[in-house]
């Protein structure tokens, strides 16, 4: 009879042993599967959002983008540090980035207003094609864009840089009608500003009285541009700015190219003629 009860008890603790074990390895089942269902979920909206992009935005191919320069509006819309190392000749700068920074929303559609609505195509390049892409298009379109005419460089900088010679940092070959002032007329006219683009050791050998100095010998040098464009910001951006270099040649035209980036009308930007060769420039030199 003992055996019996003995039997039976053992059999019922085998029972519950075998039911706990099951009941603890659902909530293990259901805690596995609730990640990957919600991985799941989140390749599909991302899939979605993929897809509406491609309906949403206009895409040009990078080559395209480059082939095309002198006929539609190259808008870079990265950062300064990242546009100073590679851009595509005759492109335009007006920056998004930082997205955070929602000055530069009033700034771009400023710039819109002013530059981007002769009805020519516009397109956007930012760092890859994506959201810095997406928020100048809704900023243009907000400045009254047509959205017809607002296209995305496919891959942004990032493609560019595969496509050959398609980014770079010499600004002489920029489609800007150059401006000359004669040296004499810019002696004469009192507080002009004159920036000299030569290196250093020149300009201490001889100068422009009261002129301001920012050396541009290394035209294609990113750190040189930059100085150019910190400068550029200490000048009033309503006056003419008359800039001297060695010979009136290419140094100039790459300070010309940095001042527009910096937001001065190319129309007061002028190149002394020859330079410092000039007769009466070098007549007029102090150290």
């Avoid at 990957?36 to 993929?50: I, L, R, V």
């Avoid at 920074?101 to 710039?111: F, P, Q």
């Avoid at 400045?143 to 942004?156: F, H, M, P, R, S």
């Avoid at 040189?224 to 400068?231: D, H, I, K, S």
């Amino acid at each position: 009879m003992k055996k019996k009860i003995l039997a039976v008890v053992l059999a019922a603790m085998m029972l519950l042993s075998t039911m706990a074990g099951c009941g603890a390895k659902e909530p293990a089942k259901e805690a596995s599967a609730q990640p990957q269902a919600e991985a799941s979920q989140e390749k599909t909206e991302e899939k979605k959002e993929e897809a509406a992009a491609e309906e949403e935005y206009q895409m040009v191919a990078p080559k395209d983008a480059v082939a095309k320069a002198k006929e539609v509006h190259l808008l870079d819309v990265r950062e300064w540090g990242k546009y100073v190392e590679g851009r595509v000749v005759n492109s335009e700068w007006c920056p998004i980035f930082p997205l955070e920074d929602e000055s530069l929303v009033e700034n771009m559609k400023a710039y819109a207003e002013k530059n981007l609505k002769d009805g020519k195509d516009i397109y956007i390049i930012c760092n890859s094609g994506a959201r810095g892409a997406q928020k100048a298009t809704g900023v243009l379109k907000d400045a009254g864009i047509d959205e017809k005419l607002i296209y995305t460089v496919e891959g942004g900088a990032k493609a560019l840089a595969d496509v050959k010679d398609a980014l770079t940092t010499n600004r002489v070959d920029e489609a800007i009608e150059w401006k000359y002032a004669k040296g004499a007329d810019v002696l004469k006219e009192a507080g002009a500003q004159i920036v000299d683009v030569r290196d250093d050791a020149t300009y201490a050998e001889g100068h422009l009285e009261n002129s301001v100095q920012v050396a541009l010998k290394e035209i294609e040098d990113a750190k040189a541009q930059t100085a150019a464009y910190e400068l550029a910001k200490t000048l009033d951006n309503t006056k003419p700015v008359y800039f001297l270099c060695y010979s009136g040649n290419k140094c100039a035209k790459t300070a010309i190219s940095i001042f527009k980036d910096a937001g001065f009308s190319v129309d007061n930007l002028f190149i002394i003629e020859n330079g410092a060769k000039d007769a009466d420039i070098a007549a007029a030199f102090v150290k």
